[in-house]
T-cell receptor, first 112, second 117 residues
Framework: KQEVTQIPAALSVPEGENLVLNCSFTDSAIYNLQWFRQDPGKGLTSLLL?????REQTSGRLNASLDKSSGRSTLYIAASQPGDSATYLC???????????FGAGTQVVVTP | DTGVSQDPRHKITKRGQNVTFRCDPISEHNRLYWYRQTLGQGPEFLTYFQNEAQLEKSRLLSDRFSAERPKGSFSTLEIQRTEQGDSAMYLC???????????????FGPGTRLTVL
């Protein structure tokens, strides 16, 4: 059974510092991995989708890496801003139909 | 294209009442998922549809829960005889895929927050 872990559960950084968020999964036979952002009481916003054949994916200040062999993905957010404060979740499909297994998320606070 | 929409955004009900939630996926998305999220946890899978066919139901989905997707467009999730343990955020997601291989990005709606008193 696929298990997804995100450590740390919470993180606080001063504005301008780079953020490094970790996601671990137990079964390396994944189709892809998707990173999401969730603001309090809101739905999920897709940040990046990284396919199993890719090593990394970039969008603006965001960069996600994927190492299937070690069961890890890392989301880097450069030059953090207070507006980056949110919970960040990673998810991997557990079957070919895209049924997601989520981590519990990392709650990020960026202080001005 | 306005994204995935869900209605209502908030629902407060008394224990024992029935509730129904609606999800409108992104136009032409043929796959639709329902998830449930409790405070401090990641979303948990409930069920999903390929067009109008319901392909799988999680063990979390007791016989009090039913979901439909008539004509492969919008979907409804009904909870009968609600219990306090049903209080959660119910999230809907959609994607388009032309094959069985799962490589497409999933898009989530804003969720419906259910509170059972």
């Amino acid at each position: 059974k696929q298990e997804v872990t995100q450590i740390p559960a919470a993180l606080s950084v001063p504005e301008g510092e780079n953020l490094v968020l970790n996601c671990s999964f137990t079964d390396s036979a994944i189709y892809n991995l998707q990173w999401f952002r969730q603001d309090p009481g809101k739905g999920l916003t897709s940040l990046l989708l990284i396919q199993s054949s890719q090593r990394e994916q970039t969008s603006g200040r965001l960069n996600a890496s994927l190492d299937k062999s070690s069961g890890r993905s890392t989301l880097y957010i450069a030059a953090s801003q207070p507006g980056d404060s949110a919970t960040y979740l990673c998810a991997v499909p557990t079957d070919s139909w895209g049924k997601f297994q989520f981590g519990a998320g990392t709650q990020v606070v960026v202080t001005p | 294209d306005t994204g995935v929409s869900q209605d209502p955004r908030h629902k407060i009900t008394k224990r024992g009442q029935n509730v129904t939630f609606r999800c409108d996926p992104i136009s032409e998305h043929n796959r639709l998922y329902w998830y449930r999220q409790t405070l401090g946890q990641g979303p948990e899978f409930l069920t999903y549809f390929q067009n109008e066919a319901q392909l799988e139901k999680s063990r979390l989905l007791s016989d009090r829960f039913s979901a439909e997707r008539p004509k492969g467009s919008f979907s409804t999730l009904e909870i009968q005889r609600t219990e306090q343990g049903d209080s959660a955020m119910y999230l809907c997601a959609s994607t388009y895929t032309g094959s069985r291989v799962s490589g497409e990005e999933q898009f989530f709606g804003p969720g419906t927050r259910l509170t059972v008193l």
